[in-house]
């Protein structure tokens, strides 16, 4: 560590995440959890958020950067009112979103930049959870910065176009996603990229160009004080639980929509709770087909301990996605000692651990296989029992927040202690 730059002070973060409130998916998860933990550790964490905000622990601010929210949970994909434009961003997010282009990214990072670029002497890094875009890239040459990169958003494109029904819906979902092309320019200009697991990694370098040099595997992690086992909860026969924060390809929903109809068919009394928001899709479509309402619960805005007394509830839980960089709610449906399905898509099989040990498992995008790996696990309580422990013992061993933060924190420090960024932190006054 260079002389003046004390490898044991409380560092000044700014924090940036365009779209950050829990209910969107695991990021928000991430943000809430990984600042305040690096808030424990005593450092000071500023976000800067856009729409939906995220949910931040009470010591940890936020700088709220409106947009036109676009994809709002009332009106998603409207297009503005006149009045309504007050910003040059608010332009740009409008012209990008008229062209088919998801805005929100480059929109935010445009934002963004202009917020902190004026009070550059304020923080000492920027740590970017995955917006990439090109306003990011502009900041880092005046405030030393670092992205996390939870897995690259072109498997989700590749997963939607092969799910696509013809040439047209497949050619407007890679206009969609053309994004990421941006996403990927910008990542390759960072100095340091933090990836949650070793399979993202391969991934992100084989479709996005980022040298391998550039990324470290820091994993996230679970509160298991509050992801706990509740043994005063009775399990309710044959209750799955699912978390569903989208209604797209990479996550599988229709897949085990499509078993559960199956399960039924067979005599078999299942209900499934999926933690999330009914939204117009295949999945909603499939509800109707095999008239599953009666035998679906959606619940969502509820606090974690409801999540965990919904876990508690179930006899398992389902990750029945194609693909993960990592698995939030795997981890938290485990930690729990909920004995958990998951298929074998993406990091999958390295966050959950061996097949019959940790979890039960099966082929990704393959109805038949979940709805056999299901049947199997539905009619062995004993195994349900065992794998239930060992999940939680599992995750426990491995994950927390206090240690993702800290580890986030060395790669803080090393990036601080680039040459360029000492420049950075000089001219800055941080120094």
């Given at each position: 560590?260079?002389?003046?730059?004390?490898?044991?002070?409380?560092?000044?973060?700014?924090?940036?995440?365009?779209?950050?409130?829990?209910?969107?998916?695991?990021?928000?998860?991430?943000?809430?959890?990984?600042?305040?933990?690096?808030?424990?550790?005593?450092?000071?964490?500023?976000?800067?958020?856009?729409?939906?905000?995220?949910?931040?622990?009470?010591?940890?601010?936020?700088?709220?950067?409106?947009?036109?929210?676009?994809?709002?949970?009332?009106?998603?994909?409207?297009?503005?009112?006149?009045?309504?434009?007050?910003?040059?961003?608010?332009?740009?997010?409008?012209?990008?979103?008229?062209?088919?282009?998801?805005?929100?990214?480059?929109?935010?990072?445009?934002?963004?930049?202009?917020?902190?670029?004026?009070?550059?002497?304020?923080?000492?890094?920027?740590?970017?959870?995955?917006?990439?875009?090109?306003?990011?890239?502009?900041?880092?040459?005046?405030?030393?910065?670092?992205?996390?990169?939870h897995h690259p958003i072109t498997r989700d494109r590749m997963l939607e176009m092969k799910a696509a029904?013809?040439?047209?819906?497949?050619?407007?979902?890679?206009?969609?996603?053309?994004?990421?092309?941006?996403?990927?320019?910008?990542?390759?200009?960072?100095?340091?990229?933090?990836?949650?697991?070793?399979?993202?990694?391969?991934?992100?370098?084989?479709?996005?160009?980022?040298?391998?040099?550039?990324?470290?595997?820091?994993?996230?992690?679970?509160?298991?004080?509050?992801?706990?086992?509740?043994?005063?909860?009775?399990?309710?026969?044959?209750?799955?639980?699912?978390?569903?924060?989208?209604?797209?390809?990479?996550?599988?929903?229709?897949?085990?929509?499509?078993?559960?109809?199956?399960?039924?068919?067979?005599?078999?009394?299942?209900?499934?709770?999926?933690?999330?928001?009914?939204?117009?899709?295949?999945?909603?479509?499939?509800?109707?087909?095999?008239?599953?309402?009666?035998?679906?619960?959606?619940?969502?805005?509820?606090?974690?301990?409801?999540?965990?007394?919904?876990?508690?509830?179930?006899?398992?839980?389902?990750?029945?996605?194609?693909?993960?960089?990592?698995?939030?709610?795997?981890?938290?449906?485990?930690?729990?000692?909920?004995?958990?399905?998951?298929?074998?898509?993406?990091?999958?099989?390295?966050?959950?651990?061996?097949?019959?040990?940790?979890?039960?498992?099966?082929?990704?995008?393959?109805?038949?296989?979940?709805l056999a790996t299901l049947q199997s696990a539905l009619d062995q309580p004993e195994a349900r029992s065992?794998?239930?422990?060992?999940?939680?013992?599992?995750?426990?061993?491995?994950?927390?927040?206090?240690?993702?933060?800290?580890?986030?924190?060395?790669?803080?420090?090393?990036?601080?202690?680039?040459?360029?960024?000492?420049?950075?932190?000089?001219?800055?006054?941080?120094?």
């Open positions: 560590m260079p002389q003046g730059l004390d490898p044991n002070a409380p560092l000044r973060l700014a924090y940036l995440t365009y779209r950050g409130k829990p209910h969107v998916g695991g990021q928000g998860i991430y943000t809430r959890h990984l600042t305040k933990a690096l808030v424990d550790l005593g450092h000071e964490v500023e976000v800067f958020g856009g729409q939906p905000y995220p949910v931040l622990d009470d010591r940890v601010p936020i700088t709220k950067l409106r947009s036109l929210d676009l994809f709002n949970d009332h009106y998603p994909g409207r297009f503005p009112a006149f009045w309504e434009f007050k910003t040059r961003e608010d332009f740009l997010e409008v012209a990008v979103f008229s062209t088919g282009v998801f805005p929100e990214p480059l929109a935010f990072s445009a934002r963004v930049h202009r917020h902190l670029v004026p009070r550059a002497r304020e923080f000492d890094l920027v740590h970017d959870n995955q917006c990439l875009g090109w306003g990011i890239a502009k900041l880092e040459k005046v405030i030393p910065t670092i992205v996390t990169l029904p013809n040439l047209y819906k497949r050619w407007s979902i890679g206009r969609w996603y053309s994004f990421v092309r941006m996403q990927g320019k910008v990542a390759r200009q960072m100095p340091r990229v933090v990836v949650v697991s070793e399979n993202s990694i391969q991934d992100i370098h084989t479709d996005m160009g980022v040298d391998l040099d550039r990324m470290r595997l820091v994993p996230v992690g679970v509160d298991p004080e509050l992801f706990r086992p509740l043994e005063h909860v009775a399990r309710k026969p044959g209750r799955l639980i699912t978390t569903a924060s989208a209604d797209v390809a990479l996550k599988g929903l229709a897949y085990l929509i499509e078993a559960l109809a199956k399960l039924r068919s067979d005599g078999r009394d299942v209900s499934l709770t999926i933690i999330g928001k009914p939204k117009p899709g295949k999945s909603m479509d499939l509800i109707d087909r095999f008239n599953l309402h009666p035998h679906i619960d959606f619940v969502s805005g509820v606090p974690d301990e409801r999540i965990v007394e919904l876990y508690a509830e179930a006899e398992l839980a389902v990750v029945p996605s194609l693909y993960e960089g990592f698995s939030l709610p795997a981890i938290e449906a485990m930690c729990t000692g909920t004995p958990l399905v998951a298929t074998d898509g993406g990091a999958l099989p390295e966050v959950t651990g061996a097949d019959g040990d940790t979890v039960f498992r099966c082929r990704a995008g393959d109805t038949e296989s979940l065992r794998i239930g422990a060992a999940g939680r013992k599992r995750v426990v061993e491995r994950w927390s927040w206090r240690h993702c933060a800290e580890l986030t924190v060395e790669q803080y420090r090393e990036v601080l202690s680039m040459p360029a960024n000492i420049e950075k932190l000089r001219r800055n006054g941080r120094l």
